[in-house]
């Protein structure tokens, strides 16, 4: 198929952070085809935005979002819930000013605390300051009403979008989901190509953020320097992946499943779709069709990180970041 062909449908995507942008490079990227803006805005709130280490004011994230309001349709908001200091009340009013700027889709995720993380060393030492799970789980329910009342589709357990119905917020994704090649460039940049999955260097701390920058920038790219990590799928951890990533996105179908693999979607997990149907995770299936309900949606990162195999649980466990 001729590329001229193809192009008007790609999503051309750059992720930005607020103060890493100006009025100049947004029309630079739109010169350049880009069609979609992805922007960490995280908080609203100036104590909030401070403790978790952004080294600029709030105003600065509003005039961001304004200029590329005035250049993109479509655009993406993240914010982050369960900052240090954060309350209920706080998240309501952040959430509130990102939904009045009008973005086509809104990014809401709960903050995670992994090792070397800079939240994972506050949360150790200052507990008092994180609200829990418990309290996490009450703002997705707050979130996920709030979104419907102002017509956003939710699209996964962190998007909210208002495309329609059968239209990617992310379409990237969406085709890697699929097993569609993905190859990525730069310092710690992921590839996924059929069975083999692997990344440059990168780090955690941030500490050694900086050094694993330094040795991208300096390393001779060869077939052995580009898979610094990385693990090679058999042909069961393939067909689990498409399993848990496209029921995740709500899009799992026992046809499509059928095309990529030659076998039968529920033979070959019977066991996890009539469980998730007795916990209510899923609706009956239709059409061929696995579709997350309400509390499906809820839990599915959950259901997800439970469907791992054994062997990846177990190299997880045995991996030291740095």
């Known amino acids: 198929m001729d590329s001229k062909i193809l192009r008007p449908l790609l999503s051309y995507v750059s992720k930005i952070l607020p103060d890493s942008m100006s009025e100049k490079l947004l029309d630079f990227l739109k010169i350049q085809g880009v069609n979609r803006i992805s922007m960490g805005i995280q908080t609203m709130d100036p104590t909030e935005l401070k403790a978790s280490g952004r080294p600029y004011p709030i105003s600065t994230a509003i005039t961001a979002v304004e200029n590329i309001r005035k250049r993109f349709e479509n655009f993406n908001l993240d914010l982050i819930y369960g900052l240090s200091g954060q309350t209920h009340e706080s998240w309501k009013n952040s959430l509130c000013q990102i939904v009045s700027s009008g973005p086509l889709t809104i990014s809401l995720y709960p903050a995670v605390s992994r090792p070397l993380a800079a939240i ?175 509390k499906g949606y809820k839990y599915s990162n959950l259901v997800a990180h439970h469907l791992f195999s054994n062997h990846v649980k177990t190299l997880e466990e045995r991996y030291v970041p740095r």
């Open 120 to 294: 994972h060393k506050q949360q150790r030492l200052h507990p008092e300051r994180y609200l829990d799970d418990q309290n996490k789980y009450a703002i997705y329910d707050s979130n996920v009403e709030s979104m419907q009342m102002n017509g956003y589709r939710q699209e996964s357990f962190t998007r909210f979008t208002g495309l329609p119905e059968n239209t990617s917020a992310y379409a990237q994704e969406t085709s890697d989901f699929l097993g569609i090649p993905m190859i990525g460039i730069g310092a710690g940049a992921r590839s996924y190509n059929g069975k083999y999955h692997y990344s440059f260097d990168y780090a955690v701390d941030l500490t050694e953020v900086g050094k694993a920058i330094e040795d991208y920038l300096n390393l001779e790219i060869t077939e052995q320097s580009m898979v610094r990590y990385g693990i090679v799928l058999d042909a069961y951890e393939e067909r689990l992946r498409y399993f848990i990533l496209n029921l995740t996105l709500n899009q799992l179908s026992g046809t499509d499943y059928s095309s990529k693999f030659g076998r039968n979607l529920y033979p070959d997990f019977s066991d996890v779709i009539d469980a998730l149907e007795a916990e209510g995770c899923i609706a009956p299936l239709f059409n061929d069709k696995i579709r997350l309900t309400k």
